[in-house]
């Protein structure tokens, strides 16, 4: 069976997130004074004291809004109470029982779901005795203060809390999970691409750019393979990044491309590639992440084939250093081509992760070197003695050689297509390292092969 779920409910601003990232043990919400920062629900597999559950973090809940932003933030506090098995209601102590807290708890009521009130912002022992009374007027039970800036209070409600948690043991597997980043810049359809490759609206989709901040993780399943997808916050420009929310958004969706797997980068089909695209899509060779181009509102364009040969010659010409990932064609709107994406994941995840033995390399490097030999430098040539693959994802070669100070950076490049003429790595970077050679290095190539 699935993993347990807690989702914490409440108005803007008690501090959900914080408590999320309590509970959670690390910093995985943003967390700030101003409301509304969150906007889409945050999952995270939690363990407290080896009970495994899945905690839910979710936008600030303000009933009957006529906003058409926080019309779409309620949906999807709406969308997390329903797969939620218990629904934890965060309060402000300190401002006592609102119009908006009796309105929630009402609405939790209706939802039928079993809820665990908590206060936070408990600092003191003063607030602890005297101010929780009033908040049993709310008729949800037994209250429990907190304080999520400072961990004091969660033992108590983390144990009422798992106490109605169902108690089967179940067990999910995610180490064959793939791990995948949507990256992009604002506006290019990262969130489109997750709802609709996950048959729900989870991530809010709107015209108004930065509409994304967290860094939105969810599990897939389906006849290609176990995915984690990850919609991230678009990427702008560092002098067009004017709040602390934005910067923190960006954090993240540089952390999210440090654990991918596999990075998809979006663009727009109906505008020409920017600097800003090129330093995006640098941010995942640089990680050494598997990658595809992924070009949307390919249903703008009207000769396609023309446009296809154009944005191929682009994307050559601007992201020379990226040649090795595919490009693909679709439209999120439409559906064009959006299901060959999971093809072209275990594709490139698959390339990403092989493994050479040393002596096949050593052949491929020998015929290199024989076919063109390298340059000399001030009456000297460089020597290669022979090669290895040392670690994969991505796959990384040590060439071993006389002085690696008389490397050519255009002949590093002929070696590196070479290698990817003989293996593929399609969609994968290719790291090539030199070292020069020592007298110990044979004998640790030679008991690598044997084993």
Known sequence: MSKPSIAIVGRPNVGKSSLFNAIAGERISIVHNSPGVTRDRIYVDCDWYSYDFRLIDTGGLEIDSTDPLLHKMQRQVEFAMETADLLIFLCDIRDGITSADREIAEFLRRSAKPVILALNKADTPELMSEAIYEFYELGLGEPYPVSASHKLGLADLMSAALSQLPQEDYYEDDSD?????????????????????????????????????????????????????????????????????????????????????????????????????????????????????????????????????????ELRNTLSFMLYAPMHTMSVCSGQRVDKIFELINQVYEESRKRLPTAVVNEVLAEAVLMHRPPSYKGRSLKLYYASQVSSQPPHIVIFVNDPNLLHFSYERYLENRFRDAFGFEGSPLRLTFRPRKQDDNLRVKNEDRR
Not at 247 to 255: D, E, G, K, M, V
Not at 280 to 299: P, Q, R, T
């Open 177 to 313: 999970r793939i791990s995948v980043a949507i990256i992009g810049k604002p506006n290019v359809g990262k969130s489109s691409l997750l709802n609709y490759l996950l048959g729900e609206n989870r991530a809010i989709v709107s015209d108004i750019p930065g509409t994304t901040r967290d860094a939105l993780s969810v599990d897939i399943d389906n006849e290609f393979g176990s995915y984690r997808i990850v919609d991230t916050a678009g990427l702008r420009r560092k002098a067009k990044v004017d709040t602390e929310i934005e910067r923190y958004a960006n954090l993240r969706t540089t952390n999210s491309i440090e654990k991918a797997d596999v990075c998809l980068i979006m663009v727009d089909a109906s505008e020409p590639l920017s600097n800003q695209d090129t330093k995006i899509a640098g941010l995942a060779h640089n990680a050494g992440k598997a990658s595809i181009f992924l070009i949307n509102k390919w249903d703008l364009m009207d000769n396609k084939q023309e446009s296809f040969r154009k944005w191929t010659e």
